[in-house]
């Protein structure tokens, strides 16, 4: 098994913490999902999955060409721990100024491109609508009924 030090670098980076945390929210789960979820190409997603369980955080079964992912038990500890602190190390008003950020680019577009620069919006607000702060989901379901409207008026 690698070394502590590794698993160190490991988990003081981004993308695997978001990772190992992808797998234990989707289910099923496999590195294309992953890769999407967090961001990052397959390649990248798929080294680092191996990396997971290699660490014994995470098992894989293949069905037929896809390789479906599970957090082991010491997986499911740290993936449990990694989202307590990336909640305790999240600056108190982070998500209120991500959605005043949305809602400037929202506001802001117009032309007949518009549609194209706001849907990529939708997923950051989805994020903000799961959160258990009622009034910031709230507003994040606003701004994406207001996207759907304009995506349904831009249509011939």
């Not at 992808?22 to 992953?34: L, S, T």
């Not at 400037?104 to 849907?119: F, M, Q, R, T, Y």
């Amino acid at each position: 098994m690698p070394g502590d030090e590794s698993m160190q670098r490991l988990f003081l980076r981004e993308k695997p913490v978001l990772a190992l945390l992808a797998v234990g929210e989707m289910n099923p789960a496999y590195a294309a999902m992953i890769a999407k979820r967090i961001d990052s190409t397959f390649p990248h997603t798929s080294n680092i999955l191996s990396q997971l369980e290699e660490f014994g955080m995470i098992t894989s079964r293949p069905e037929g060409r896809i390789r479906y992912l599970e957090l082991t038990e010491r997986g499911r500890k740290t993936a449990q721990a990694l989202s307590q602190l990336m909640e305790q190390l999240q600056e108190p008003k982070f998500h209120q100024k991500r959605l005043a950020i949305l809602r400037s680019c929202i506001e802001s577009a117009d032309g007949p491109n518009s549609v194209l620069k706001l849907g990529p919006l939708r997923r950051d607000l989805a994020k903000l609508a799961a959160l258990e702060d009622e009034p910031l989901a709230r507003e994040a379901r606003e701004l994406d009924e207001r996207i759907k409207a304009a995506i349904r008026e831009s249509k011939p």
